[in-house]
C-alpha cells in the first residue's frame, strides 16, 4: 500500500522560500506510469494545484504560480520536492502532495489524484 | 485556462436524501472529469474518475454522470459519513488542472 508523507518546516518568513519533501512509502516512485504532484489549501478555501513531476524530471507548473515554483525528485530516496521563492501570506496554507495515477477507461487514459499525504500546515509570518 | 463552477456551494439533506451536487466546465472537458470528498482536518479522497467510473472501495451509493461542460456527482441515498465536502477536478488539460470551489454538504 503506498503511502506519502510531506515533511518541512512549518513557518516560513515572508519573501524566503518554502521547502517541502514528499516521501513515498509503500512502494519505488519510480515504478508504474505516475505523476507526482503538489496541492495547496488555504484555511476554509478550496484546492489550489501547484505543479506536478514525472520521475523523468518533466514537470508542469500552475501558470499562476510557475515564476515561484520549482519541483524536483530524487528516486534515490524515494522523494519529491516543492520549492516556492518569494513566499507571503497568502502562501500560508496546508500543503498536499498527492499521486497522479493514470486510469485506461475505454481505450482513453484519464489522470487522478488517487493517493494523498496527510498535508502538512505551512504558515507564512515573521 | 479552464474554469470549473460547482452549485450549489452548500447544501442541507437528511440520512436517506438523494443528492446531486453539479459541475461546469468554462470550455468542453469530455469526461475529463473527478469527483473527491474531503472532511475537516484530512486529505482529499477519490470517488469518481473519468466522469462516471467508480474508484475501487467507494460505495456504489455515489455516481457520476455527464461529458463536455456539465456533470453531476449523486449520491443516491445520504449515509452520516457523507456528509463532507465535495470538489470536481478538470484533468483535460495535460500543462494544468484546476479543481471547482467544493460544495458542502451539512446535515439538515
Known amino acids: 500500500q503506498v503511502q506519502l508523507q510531506e515533511s518541512g518546516p512549518g513557518l516560513v518568513k515572508p519573501s524566503q522560500t518554502l521547502s517541502l519533501t514528499c516521501t513515498v512509502s509503500?512502494?519505488?516512485?519510480?515504478?508504474?506510469?505516475?505523476?507526482w504532484s503538489w496541492i495547496r489549501q488555504p484555511a476554509g478555501k478550496g484546492l489550489e494545484w501547484i505543479g506536478r513531476?514525472?520521475?523523468?524530471?518533466?514537470?508542469n507548473y500552475n501558470p499562476s504560480l510557475k515564476s515561484r515554483v520549482t519541483i524536483s525528485v530524487d528516486t534515490s530516496k524515494n522523494q519529491f520536492s516543492l520549492k516556492l521563492s518569494s513566499v507571503t501570506a497568502a502562501d500560508t496554507a496546508v500543503y498536499y502532495c498527492?499521486?497522479?495515477?493514470?486510469?485506461?477507461?475505454?481505450?482513453?487514459?484519464?489522470?487522478?489524484?488517487?493517493?494523498w499525504g496527510q498535508g502538512t500546515m505551512v504558515t507564512v509570518s515573521s | 485556462d479552464i474554469q470549473m463552477t460547482q452549485s450549489p456551494s452548500s447544501l442541507s439533506a437528511s440520512v436517506g436524501d438523494r443528492v446531486t451536487i453539479t459541475c461546469r466546465a468554462s470550455?468542453?472537458?469530455?469526461?475529463?472529469l473527478n469527483w473527491y470528498q474531503q472532511k475537516p482536518g484530512k486529505a482529499p479522497k477519490l470517488l469518481i474518475y473519468?466522469?462516471?467510473s467508480l474508484q475501487s472501495g467507494v460505495p456504489s451509493r455515489f455516481s457520476g454522470s455527464g461529458s463536455g461542460t456539465d456533470f453531476t456527482l449523486t449520491i443516491s441515498s445520504l449515509q452520516p459519513e457523507d456528509f463532507a465536502t465535495y470538489y470536481c477536478?478538470?484533468?483535460?488539460?495535460?500543462?494544468?488542472?484546476?479543481f471547482g470551489q467544493g460544495t458542502k454538504l451539512e446535515i439538515k
Open positions: 477536478q478538470q484533468s483535460y488539460s495535460t500543462l494544468t488542472s484546476t
Open positions: 509503500g512502494g519505488s516512485i519510480s515504478s508504474g506510469s505516475y505523476y
Open positions: 473519468a466522469a462516471s
Open positions: 498527492a499521486r497522479d495515477r493514470y486510469y485506461d477507461s475505454s481505450g482513453y487514459y484519464y489522470i487522478a489524484f488517487d493517493i
Open positions: 513531476i514525472y520521475t523523468s524530471g518533466s514537470t
Open positions: 470550455q468542453s472537458i469530455s469526461s475529463y
